[in-house]
């Protein structure tokens, strides 16, 4: 292990905090390192790996469309996209909308970028730049990252060309004097601030942010990356409000664990965009589009999104029950669906401590913002392992509570 990351140390540019463990393989809900180890894994990758690893459905569309064709360009039409993205405009827009495929969450924002504006133009209206929140996280190429809310992700790259305009999370009042003075083309937000530290925004928030956009001719994106493809009980979040977008980005898991992302407009929306406009060399690969459709189906044909309802419901409680026992540590539980946020008063430090003792004994953690462990569990978490992971979670916060 150690031979292994000395080797990452050396040979991988510094752009991340690397937790000391290199990964071998992953089965079910587990990943195992070099050694052997197992460890339940509440990252998924981020969010990515929704159904576990090594799911035999997904492992069985790899294998066909491997034995078909992995890669085309764009100039061929390919039976995996054009169904994927027929399934994903009935989801979002009752088959009246449009699909670009990307790579990833990051190039979803960049094309939501262009896209608005090429809108705007093709309108012939003025409006420019976009409203994004506090705390939001929309990627970090160069014009996702200064979307992306965050000082110390933004920092001093080079800015884009267009006005950007930071309201705070749940101020109507202010989001709409923004409106009102600058008219903006569009205003972008997560229905869940992931990164910041797992923040839902409120229901009337939500729909105070469409009743203004469409009062003061904004377009409405909404950014599904991580809240998206079934992680908060809805195929996306903001169907439970049944809001109405003029853009959803999504990502993250909706390519089975290959890289897969993209956004989707109403076709009025999209058609601005003409031949030349955009592009992506791998994004709506023949690969990561078949597992795309895999996902579908396990999520939404095979009820795995329903079931992940009660799972949710009972990770919560054993959380709170936590924060009960240790309420000078834990100051709030924040969750949706299966997306969980737990807001601790320990020092940045006393929390990365926290983080590597789970590590040790068997779990895998993240921390976001310093101080707030973020949980994105896969859909198929089961109880025992639910159990198990409350158990050693609540001995790791009293043990640091008293060193």
Request: with cysteine.
């Amino acid at each position: 292990m150690k031979n292994w990351l000395e080797d990452d140390q050396t040979y991988i540019m510094n752009t991340y905090n690397r937790l000391p463990v290199v990964i071998e393989r992953g089965e079910k809900n587990y990943l195992f390192d070099i050694e052997g180890k197992k460890y339940l894994d509440l990252f998924t990758g981020l969010g990515v790996s929704i159904v576990g690893h090594q799911h035999p459905a997904l492992l069985e569309t790899l294998s066909t469309q491997a034995s078909h064709v992995l890669h085309l360009c764009n100039h061929f039409p390919h039976k995996p996209e054009i169904e994927l993205a027929k399934k994903l405009s009935r989801i979002a827009f009752n088959g009246e909308g449009q699909v670009f495929f990307a790579n990833s969450g990051t190039e979803a924002t960049e094309s939501c970028i262009k896209l608005v504006h090429r809108y705007m133009e093709s309108q012939q209206k003025e409006n420019r730049g976009m409203v994004v929140f506090s705390d939001g996280y929309h990627g970090r190429t160069l014009g996702a990252l200064h979307l992306t809310r965050q000082p110390h992700v933004y920092q001093t790259f080079p800015s884009p060309s267009f006005p950007i305009y930071e309201v705070e999370r749940e101020n109507v009042e202010q989001l709409e004097e923004v409106l009102k003075t600058h008219q903006p083309s569009a205003v972008l937000f997560e229905p869940v601030l992931g990164s910041g530290g797992i923040r839902p925004l409120s229901d009337s928030f939500m729909l105070s942010i469409e009743n203004l956009c469409r009062a003061y001719d904004a377009l409405l994106c909404i950014d599904e990356i991580q809240t998206g493809v079934g992680r908060t009980g809805t195929f996306f979040a903001f169907q439970a409000l049944n809001m109405n977008p003029d853009i959803v980005l999504f990502g993250k898991s909706i390519g089975g664990g290959l890289p897969l992302g993209g956004i989707i407009a109403k076709r009025k929306i999209a058609k601005a965009f003409k031949p030349g406009d955009h592009g992506t060399t791998f994004g709506g690969n023949p690969a990561a589009t078949s597992l795309g459709n895999t996902m579908l189906r396990l999520l939404l044909d095979e009820g795995l999104m329903e079931q992940s309802k009660t799972t949710s419901s009972y990770l919560q409680s054993g959380l709170q029950k936590i924060q009960s026992m240790h309420p000078e540590h834990i100051e709030e539980i924040r969750s949706k669906g299966m997306m969980f946020g737990i807001q601790s008063t320990f020092s940045k430090e006393k929390c990365k401590d926290i983080q590597q003792a789970m590590m040790k004994n068997g779990f895998l953690i993240d921390v976001t913002q310093g101080n707030i462990f973020r949980l994105l569990p896969p859909l198929t978490l089961q109880e025992d392992e639910i159990e198990s992971f409350l158990y050693a979670f609540e001995k790791s916060i009293f043990e640091a509570s008293i060193h």
